[in-house]
């Protein structure tokens, strides 16, 4: 087992990971709100999760993972700098949409998970939806106003930012780089709060009168009618599948100015321990130089991807080509020499595995075997250097070992690329509208006994860059 350094948010350092429990690991990453689709830019973040999820596995560890699912509770002020105020993202979603919050949240839940899968990310041990937790996370707020870090006014229940620092000697909001967490300087701040930095931990029903729609996701609590604040149900979720204290939590970098450490105030606060040791986060997507907004139109879906083209792990290629922890600027450009070195990447393995053939390894060549696995992995446990991770392959396939040795390389390197190498067939390769009305014009020539007409339908295929194999079973298409 390899030593492994991750950048550490909290300590702003690159730290040798040591887990708390080896060789177990507990590994938590905040997963999507599920009112909408989720954008590429979102994807970034979970393949970065992912990696770090395989790379640990790389390692020998035995990891327990975790994703939740925001289905309630995250309110649309979160984009004015106060995430206590707005209208709560599903329900504003299911009355643009004329649906009930429920159906908004399954249905995007759904497409969700698909794209989940398109992009070969590792399925959780647990994908914990808020709705599901409901109890937990009432728990959590009863458990913080037994040690006095809890107070109510008008609008629900607050954790007490001051209260936690005097009693507990710590400081809240550590992992964020603003100087002071504070209210939105868009919104107008909630006079009745203790501290401008307090933030919801329960929201009360709207009271009769207040002009506000009745909400469709409410619950009975101690407090009365409400529902959980959103950063309260990663601490609970956390909490309940990982302990009090575990190893690793990912996110986004937004999540690191409030988000994070609103949870790390929580859970403390009612356990007494360390929260989390490390903590990674990724860095925004950019599209065309740009902030990806909708009111740019510049804001990407997996759909919108493949609607173009393009197969969704190109998408996944062209993330591990830059370091998680940089800026990268999304274009079709960089997207469409992705896909290129992804389709060379699947040449290189089908010719690799259709020529393989075992034979005895001399000393020099299996030294460089090893020399490249241990290139790899050193790369892939810097700091998930995944860029170097890439290099070292195509490295790999140019020198002279075997070619049953550089097909089981490259598979094993997949272990951590989830570039789904082990699966490909010549049916991978993208295959234009025209080239399979070519191939379907063919067949039925041959059916009709007009071989030379269809001989010449294979030469013109054959000049766009791919070959025919007729089979029992039909035609092959592959790269030529």
Request: charged share 30%.
């Amino acid at each position: 087992m390899s030593d492994i350094y991750l950048t550490n948010t909290l300590s702003r350092k690159k730290e040798k990971f040591e887990p708390i429990n080896p060789p177990r690991v507990g590994m938590y990453t905040c997963g999507p709100t599920v009112y909408d689709f989720s954008t590429i830019g979102n994807f970034r973040t979970y393949i970065a999760a992912d990696t770090l999820l395989r790379v640990l596995k790389y390692n020998g560890f035995e990891v327990t993972y975790i994703m939740n699912i925001t289905d309630v509770g995250h309110l649309t002020g979160d984009n004015l700098g106060d995430a206590d105020l707005g209208e709560d993202r599903m329900e504003k979603s299911a009355q643009a949409q004329g649906k009930s919050a429920w159906e908004i949240a399954k249905y995007y839940t759904e497409v969700f998970l698909k794209d989940f899968e398109k992009l070969n990310l590792t399925k959780p041990n647990v994908f914990s939806k808020a709705t599901d937790h409901i109890k937990e996370q009432i728990d959590l707020v009863s458990g913080l106003e037994k040690v006095g870090f809890a107070y109510k006014i008008s609008d629900g229940i607050y954790f007490d930012t001051v209260a936690f620092e005097k009693k507990t000697g710590k400081k809240y909001g550590e992992l964020s780089t603003l100087d002071i967490i504070k209210e939105g300087a868009r919104v107008e701040p909630n006079p009745e709060k203790k501290n401008p930095r307090d933030f919801a931990i329960w929201k009360f029903s709207p009271s009769a009168g207040s002009g506000l729609p009745k909400r469709q996701m409410e619950w009975d609590s101690p407090w009365g009618l409400g529902f959980p604040g959103w950063h309260l149900e990663c601490s609970a979720m956390s909490m309940k599948y990982l302990g009090e204290s575990f190893d690793i939590h990912c996110g986004g970098e937004d999540l690191r100015q409030t988000h994070h450490p609103n949870e790390i105030a929580q859970s403390e606060g009612v356990s007494g321990k360390t929260f989390v040791k490390y903590w990674v986060h990724a860095t925004f997507l950019q599209v065309d130089g740009k902030r990806m907004g909708k009111s740019l139109g510049n804001v990407y879906t997996v759909s919108d991807i493949e609607r173009k083209g393009f197969d969704p792990l190109a998408l996944r290629y062209l993330y591990l080509t830059s370091y998680y922890r940089d800026t990268l600027n999304f274009t079709w450009e960089s997207l469409t020499s992705s896909q290129n070195a992804l389709n060379k990447l699947r040449s290189q393995l089908l010719a690799l595995r259709e020529s393989r053939k075992r034979t005895v390894l001399s000393r020099e060549k299996e030294k460089k075997m090893e020399e490249f696995r241990a290139a790899f992995t050193t790369a892939v446990n810097d700091d998930l250097n995944t860029p170097r991770a890439l290099a070292v392959m195509w490295d790999m396939f140019k020198s002279n070992i075997p070619a049953e040795d550089k097909y089981d390389l490259a598979i094993s390197f997949d272990d951590v690329l989830g570039l789904s190498l082990g699966r490909i067939s010549s049916f991978q390769f993208p295959i234009s509208k025209e080239i399979k009305e070519l191939v379907g014009e063919r067949e039925r020539l041959r059916k009709e006994g007009k071989f030379e007409e269809a001989d010449k339908i294979r030469v013109k295929i054959e000049k766009t860059g791919y070959a025919l194999e007729d089979q029992p079973e039909g035609t092959r298409i592959k790269k030529a």
